[in-house]
Structures are given as C-alpha cells and as structure tokens.
C-alpha cells in the first residue's frame, strides 16, 4: 500500500461511532461518579463500602476531555492507518467503552444487590 493510498481519505463510519460511544460512555461515567455516594449516603450506607469510594473519583471533568481524547485518536487513526486497521481499533474501543461502562453499573449497583439478598 502506497502513501497516497492512506493520505486523504475520508474516515470511515465505525471510527465514528466508536468515538461518540467513547465520549458518551466517558461522561455519563462521569456524571455518575459523583451521584452514587451521595446517593448511598441519603439512603443510610455509611460508611461507604470500597467501590462507591473508589466510583466517587470518577468526575465529568477529566472522563469527558479522555472520552474527547480517544475519540480524536480513532478519527485521526481513521485516516492515517489502513482501513483494516482502523476497523479493528475503532472495534475494540467499541467494545472497551461497552464494557467500561457496563461494569461500572454493576459496581455502581452492588450494594443494591447486595441488599436484595
């Protein structure tokens, strides 16, 4: 593959997504962090088990520019990596930001769960 094949192109629809998901995902993650302990403190849970004190330092502030970082990298890398390439990037970030965000729900909630035991 030639220079000119890579240079100029147009990203791709998964990079897109893919860093959208990852903006998303960072800031609601974020958002979130500082809502749970509050949470679990008006409901009587004090004091705080480990994962909620550890979820509390997760802040809008710094998730959002990472999300916004890792977004850029996808949609750069979109255009200067091979299609192939940035395919399985944009797919694992997919992926990562699905995971990331579905365990911290489950963290997030775990003293619900425990609860209802």
């Known amino acids: 593959m030639t220079d000119n094949d890579t240079v100029g192109r147009k990203p791709i629809v998964l990079p897109c997504i893919a860093g959208a998901l990852c903006i998303a995902s960072l800031f609601i993650i974020g958002k979130a962090g500082t809502a749970f302990p509050e949470m679990y403190r008006d409901f009587g849970i004090d004091p705080l ?8 330092l997760f802040h809008w502030f710094w998730t959002l520019p990472l999300g ?50």
């Not at 750069?76 to 299609?83: D, H």
Request: charged share 10%.
């Open 49 to 56: 088990p480990w994962n909620i004190r550890v979820i509390s």
């Open 68 to 117: 916004c970082l890792v977004a850029t990298v996808l949609l750069w890398g979109s255009r200067q990596w091979t299609r192939k390439r940035s395919l399985l990037v944009a797919g694992l970030a997919t992926v990562f930001a699905v995971m990331l965000f579905f365990a911290f729900a489950f963290i997030a909630m775990m003293p619900i769960l425990h609860m209802s035991s």
